[in-house]
């Protein structure tokens, strides 16, 4: 699917995937056949949910692995107003580095169970960054939106050069011959690390259906 492909309406809610492809909110659902990919369990099958503390408006929940599997634990906490996620196996603010992220501000568990929307809570957690695929597919989007030949023509040799970079600096002219096109169109170059996104979307879903599931009290 490329960006041409959705019909969602809203450009800035697409999210950057490893294999160069792209998905949005509308497409959200699909995410969860690509966890996989990331080298994890995308339903963490046989985690439980264990509550490690509850007083004071804070709340520490551990999300455990099978009996026998060692490590992989994952720790969320509400501190009074934000979440935080932490552990063996959780992303990181921009890259999949387990060291862990705290969400903006005024966020709750209620809230963190209650995010449907893949977007929104990415953005509650994690930075984006410049991704090779987000630069290609949004430089092929402008092309097929372009009606002059010359700006199409360079528009989709900035999309193959960009397929071709790790980093802008790999191409230090890149950024600037974008720019004389369109001002804005660096900031849909950006996107989420896919691997790292995957992960965070596991873990809420995981604990969302366990949390929803755990005996209350009368």
């Keep these: 699917m490329s960006a041409a492909d959705c019909h969602c309406g809203n450009p800035s809610t697409h999210l950057s995937l490893a294999n160069g492809q792209i998905r949005c909110d509308a497409h959200a659902g699909e995410i969860a056949d690509a966890v996989t990919m990331s080298g994890f369990d995308r339903d963490f099958v046989g985690y439980?949910?264990?509550?490690?503390a509850d007083t004071n408006g804070y709340t520490i929940c551990r999300l455990s692995p099978p009996e026998g599997r060692y490590g992989g634990w994952v720790q969320v906490a509400d501190?009074?107003?934000s979440i935080l996620i932490y552990g063996d196996l959780c992303p990181g603010v921009l890259t999949h580095d387990?060291?862990?992220?705290i969400s903006v501000e005024k966020k709750s568990l209620a809230w963190f169970v209650g995010a449907t929307s893949t977007g929104y809570l990415a953005s509650k957690f994690l930075d984006t960054a410049w991704q090779s695929d987000a630069a290609?597919?949004?430089c092929r989007d402008l092309a097929e939106r372009e009606e002059d030949d010359d700006t199409r023509a360079k528009l989709e040799d900035l999309a193959d050069r960009?397929?071709?970079m790790g980093e802008p600096s790999d191409d230090p002219s890149w950024c600037d011959d974008l720019g004389e096109i369109d001002n804005d169109a660096l900031e849909g170059c950006r996107g989420y690390d896919f691997a790292n996104l995957a992960l965070l979307v596991a873990i809420q879903r995981r604990f969302r259906l366990l949390w929803l599931a755990r005996p209350v009290a009368p």
């Design 48 to 52: 439980r949910l264990e509550i490690e």
């Design 79 to 81: 501190l009074r107003g």
């Design 98 to 101: 387990n060291r862990g992220v």
């Design 136 to 138: 290609a597919a949004h």
């Design 162 to 164: 960009a397929e071709s």
